[in-house]
């Protein structure tokens, strides 16, 4: 497993934007992929975006694409979510998670490394 700890979380008006961060250590960070996922209040958990060991993938639930961004820096350690034109709807607890393969998937089954969660709410 890795330990993760996210960061960057906060109070945001519609239509700002928010750049979270996940530092990692343990197991290789650079081997895995590595995914967000978020809990909407009262909600379940789900899947955000992903990202393969090497960046050469991505993917987003509907709901973010085009607005919210995952990349990483394997010389840091760091993987990021930046959100852009955050709506209401994005109010969360985000996750960062580190999955068992080199590429990423929406299960959560598919993660075997949580952090702790870093809350996000947007309102006016």
């Known amino acids: 497993q890795v330990q993760l700890v996210e960061s960057g979380g906060g109070l945001v008006q519609p239509g700002d934007s928010l750049r979270l961060s996940c530092a990692a250590s343990g197991r290789t960070f650079s081997r895995y992929g590595m995914g967000w996922f978020r809990q909407p209040p009262g909600k379940e958990r789900e899947f955000v975006a992903g990202?393969?060991?090497?960046?050469?993938?991505?993917f987003y639930r509907d709901s973010v694409k085009g607005r919210f961004t995952i990349s990483r820096d394997n010389a840091r350690n760091t993987v990021y979510l930046q959100m852009n034109s955050l709506k209401p709807e994005d109010t969360a607890a985000y996750y960062c998670?580190?999955?068992?393969?080199?590429?990423?998937?929406?299960?959560?089954?598919?993660?075997?490394?949580w952090g702790q969660g870093t809350q996000v709410t947007v309102s006016s």
């Open positions: 998670a580190g999955s068992t393969y080199s590429s990423a998937t929406s299960n959560f089954r598919d993660y075997d490394s």
């Open positions: 990202i393969a060991w090497n960046s050469a993938s991505t």
